[in-house]
């Protein structure tokens, strides 16, 4: 009977106690042992966009990694998101501290942004991404982080400060810099912004007008509007007709 109990408790998915082909008795590591290794695991995935869903059983991850050591496990896909939500209020708030020593240092402006604006296929639902662009001191990044490496240097930072669903139904300039500006206002970046780079859109030069931020074109849309003109596939008639003749 006592036998029968531990065979019966091995078997038990909630239970740490384990048997291995020996008939040897073992325990699994708890949660709060294995947590340092799960947060290295989760970083080291993150890093490399690799292995979040393998950690089932069926894929055969958990057994290889319990052949180097039986009590070890892998994290759960519950555990691995709550710990990268972990690991984006660190990085958001290490960004925000450097960003604010930045701007207390060299004033305002100190910043550029780029944002784009896209819908689904479908066109039920609309995203918008905004980040910024930052040249650090590097001295400020050793001050904040402790790491030499970054004395006597610059360094280049460009956050994703937002990434949300666009609510407005129209994309209007108005409805742009609504956005824009509530954005910037979370991370005490309004004043900060002394260049945006995005494509040509009217709508996009409205939004930068009324949040008072000088606009660039970016390159590549500018190259692009460019060959489409020359290939006389643009609004613009085409004043190469060599070129227009090979489209």
């Known amino acids: 009977q006592p036998e029968a109990c531990r065979q019966l408790r091995a078997q038990s998915k909630y239970?740490?106690?384990c048997i291995d082909d020996n008939g040897d008795e073992y325990k699994l590591y708890t949660f709060e042992e294995l947590l340092p290794h799960h947060a290295r695991f989760v970083e080291r995935?993150?890093?490399g966009l690799d292995h979040f869903y393998e950690t089932r059983k069926d894929t055969g991850l958990?057994?290889?990694?319990?052949g180097y050591n039986q009590c070890a496990s892998l994290p759960c896909e519950k555990t691995c998101k709550q710990l990268l939500e972990v690991y984006?209020?660190?990085?958001?708030q290490r960004a925000f501290e450097l960003m604010q020593m930045q701007k207390a240092k060299f004033g305002a402006p100190c910043a550029g942004s780029t944002s784009d604006i896209w819908s689904l296929a479908s066109c039920r639902e609309s995203f918008g991404c905004l980040r910024v662009?930052?040249?650090?001191?590097?001295?400020?990044?050793?001050?904040?982080?402790?790491d030499a490496e970054y004395s006597d240097t610059l360094v280049d930072m460009c956050p994703i400060i937002a990434f949300d669903k666009f609510v407005e139904t129209r994309h209007t300039g108005a409805a742009l810099a609504r956005w824009k500006k509530g954005a910037l206002t979370r991370w005490m970046l309004l004043e900060a912004i002394g260049l945006a780079t995005e494509d040509g859109a009217s709508n996009n030069k409205a939004a930068n007008k009324i949040l008072g931020q000088d606009q660039l074109v970016c390159y590549p849309h500018d190259v692009a509007r460019a060959i489409l003109t020359a290939c006389g596939l643009g609004t613009t008639v085409s004043m190469n007709p060599l070129l227009k003749g090979l489209c």
């Not at 958990?62 to 319990?66: D, F, G, I, K, P």
């Open 88 to 92: 984006e209020e660190l990085v958001d």
């Open 45 to 47: 995935c993150f890093r």
């Open 62 to 66: 958990r057994e290889y990694v319990q």
């Open 133 to 146: 662009s930052l040249v650090l001191d590097g001295d400020l990044v050793e001050q904040l982080t402790g």
């Open 15 to 17: 239970s740490p106690l």
